[in-house]
C-alpha cells in the first residue's frame, strides 16, 4: 500500500516536470497542490486549536477548584466540552492523517533523478549541501545551497514566533527557546539530505507562514470572538452548597 502511494507521487511529479520542465519547480507545484489539497483539514485544525485556547481559562479554573477530586474534575471538564460542543482530539486529528502525505513527499524528493536541477539556481537538486560544498567550493556555487538551508532554519522559526502571539505570556520564553533549538536541528538535517527535500519543506514553511498570516489568525480570531460572545450570553452557574441542618435535641420529659 505505501510502496503504491509513493510510486503514484513519482508518477505524479514526473508528469509536472514534463509539464514545466524542471524538476525543482515541480517539488515545489507539488507542494502547493498537496496543500491545497489538506487545507481544510488544516483550517479545522485550527478551529480546535483557537476554541481550545479560548476555553482554556475556564477548563484551568475547574482544575484547579477540584484539584483534591479528580472525578468531579473529569466531570466539569466533560460538562464544557459538552457545552460548547469541543472535541480536545480535534486538532490532532486533520495533523495525523495529513503525516503520510509529508513522509511520502519527503521519500519522493529524495528520489529524484541525479541530473534533476532547478533552472540555473541550483546545477543539481539531488545532492546535499555538504556534497554540494565538497564538489563545487564555496565560490563555484556551493553558497547557494547554503542559503537553501539557511531558508529551511528561518522558516521552521518563523511559523513558531507567529504563533506564540496566541499563547500566554508566560509560555513565550518557553516556547521561544524550543523554537531556536528545534530550529537548530533543522539546519543540521537540512545539511546533509537532498537538496530536493529542501525546496519540497522550503515551499511548503513559506505556504504555512502565507497561511498563518492571512488565514490562521483570521480564523482564531473569530473562533475566539464567537466563544467570548456564547460565555457572555450564557447564565452565570451558581454552586450552590447546602448546609445540613442539626437535628434539634428533644426536651425530655418531665
Not at 175 to 196: C, D, E, R, Y
Not at 230 to 237: F, G, H, I, T, Y
Request: hydrophobic letters at 50%; glycine letters at 6%; proline letters at 5%.
Amino acid at each position: 500500500m505505501w510502496d503504491w502511494f509513493i510510486n503514484l507521487m513519482t508518477s505524479i511529479l514526473a508528469g509536472i516536470e514534463g509539464w514545466c520542465g524542471d524538476w525543482g519547480m515541480a517539488v515545489i507545484i507539488l507542494t502547493i497542490i498537496i496543500r491545497l489539497l489538506i487545507m481544510p483539514l488544516m483550517t479545522h485544525s485550527t478551529r480546535s486549536s483557537a476554541r481550545m485556547q479560548a476555553l482554556q481559562p475556564k477548563l484551568q479554573e475547574i482544575q484547579d477548584r477540584y484539584a483534591d477530586d479528580p472525578q468531579r474534575a473529569s466531570e466539569e471538564l466533560q460538562r464544557v466540552y459538552s457545552e460548547n460542543k469541543f472535541n480536545p482530539l480535534g486538532g490532532c486529528l486533520p495533523i495525523l492523517l495529513q503525516m503520510p502525505i509529508f513522509f511520502a513527499l519527503f521519500t519522493v524528493a529524495q528520489n529524484v533523478p541525479g541530473d534533476a536541477n532547478f533552472y540555473n539556481i541550483l546545477p543539481s537538486i539531488s545532492i546535499s549541501v555538504s556534497t554540494a560544498l565538497s564538489q563545487m567550493g564555496w565560490v563555484g556555487g556551493g553558497w547557494v545551497y547554503i542559503l537553501f538551508d539557511i531558508a529551511f532554519g528561518v522558516l521552521t522559526f518563523v511559523p513558531m514566533v507567529m504563533n506564540m502571539q496566541n499563547l500566554p505570556e508566560e509560555q513565550r520564553s518557553t516556547n521561544m527557546v524550543m523554537g531556536v533549538v528545534i530550529s537548530i536541528l533543522m539546519l543540521w538535517f537540512g545539511w546533509n539530505v537532498p537538496v530536493a527535500v529542501l525546496l519540497y519543506y522550503d515551499a511548503s514553511a513559506v505556504w504555512q507562514v502565507a497561511q498563518q498570516k492571512f488565514v490562521t489568525q483570521r480564523v482564531m480570531d473569530e473562533v475566539k470572538a464567537e466563544q467570548a460572545k456564547k460565555d457572555a450570553e450564557m447564565p452565570v452557574a451558581v454552586s450552590v452548597t447546602r448546609r445540613q441542618k442539626k437535628a434539634r435535641p428533644h426536651k425530655k420529659s418531665k
